[in-house]
């Protein structure tokens, strides 16, 4: 007996269509949806060369791969109305900052919860600065991420340092799965003295992703305005991630992060969620990093579907 592919079979709907579908069937003027994607391709001032910038595109395709529903939770991302707002084009050129928050800031006029697709990690500020717009003074920060991020300059190593001369409050931002010998003492201080709550990656072998979470939403969201979640894949063991060019051995397990993400999608204070450091290009050919990069967005969504 011939059984037809997912893809045909009606009882099977592809996310990919889930999306494509809800992208093109709600008009301009049609009012708020639930979700909404945006690419943020940057990728020229990365610290490791990368071509991060192929990577938007990379997950929506793979989206074709997995259906809509958790089996998990019964949740189907049938019920929730989403937009693709498709690329931010150059945002590492001239003005591409600039161009980033205003798109950010349009998107989320009429979205409850945007996810930004990296790109590497330096969309985090303009992603986030176009969130908050003139309240980053009460909004919180939570990273999943191996590294602090507070370099100096411009690049995917900075973007936390960035934020806080910005007017974002240390003590409102909190990084889970910092690595060891993946930093430096140097940056350890400078989060000590900005007043980040840091969880280690060890640290996290003792606690659930639920209790940690939900330490880190009270703490980020203590000003009272929107929590941002940076989902920088490179928190994930190397053998899980090896397209993230500056993942470790030893990282976080894959079934982890994604219920980071689940978590993060279930929380009313979350208002924005991205997903980074991915190199589409040096990814494995079995596209593991690129298919948790797409999963990472159907848990959140799914998150989102459970509040």
Not at 184 to 213: C, K, N, Q, W
Not at 218 to 238: N, S
Request: hydrophobic share 40%; charged share 20%; with cysteine.
């Amino acid at each position: 007996m011939t059984h037809p592919a997912p893809g045909d079979d009606p009882h099977w709907p592809r996310a990919s269509t889930w999306l494509t579908a809800g992208s093109t069937s709600i008009a301009e003027d049609s009012g708020p949806r639930d979700l909404g994607i945006i690419g943020v391709p940057a990728h020229r001032t990365s610290l490791s060369p990368t071509r991060a910038d192929t990577t938007p595109a990379a997950i929506r395709a793979v989206l074709a791969r997995y259906s809509t529903y958790s089996a998990t939770h019964d949740v189907d991302l049938a019920s929730l109305t989403v937009r693709d707002f498709d690329d931010i084009p150059d945002p590492d050129g001239p003005d591409g900052e600039e161009r980033v928050r205003t798109a950010i800031a349009s998107a989320m006029a009429s979205t409850s919860l945007l996810l930004a697709l990296g790109g590497d990690n330096s969309i985090t500020h303009p992603v986030m600065t176009g969130i908050a717009g003139d309240g980053l003074a009460a909004a919180g920060l939570i990273t999943l991420d191996a590294h602090h991020d507070l370099r100096d300059g411009i690049s995917n190593g900075s973007p936390v340092r960035r934020l806080i001369e910005a007017g974002l409050p240390g003590d409102r931002i909190v990084q889970i799965g910092i690595a060891d010998f993946a930093n430096s003492a140097e940056y350890a201080r400078r989060a000590h003295e900005f007043g980040i709550t840091v969880i280690t990656r060890d640290a996290l072998r003792h606690r659930s992703p639920d209790a940690v979470m939900a330490e880190a939403l009270d703490i980020a969201g203590a000003g009272g305005g929107p929590i941002h979640v940076d989902l920088d894949v490179d928190v994930c063991d190397r053998s899980i991630a090896p397209g993230c060019p500056a993942s470790v051995p030893g990282g976080v397990s894959a079934g982890k992060l994604r219920h980071f993400a689940f978590v993060a999608g279930r929380s009313p204070r979350v208002r924005s969620i991205d997903i980074t450091e991915i190199d589409a290009m040096a990814d494995a050919p079995d596209q593991r990093t690129i298919r948790l990069g797409a999963l990472l967005i159907l848990e959140a969504a799914a998150g989102f579907a459970c509040r």
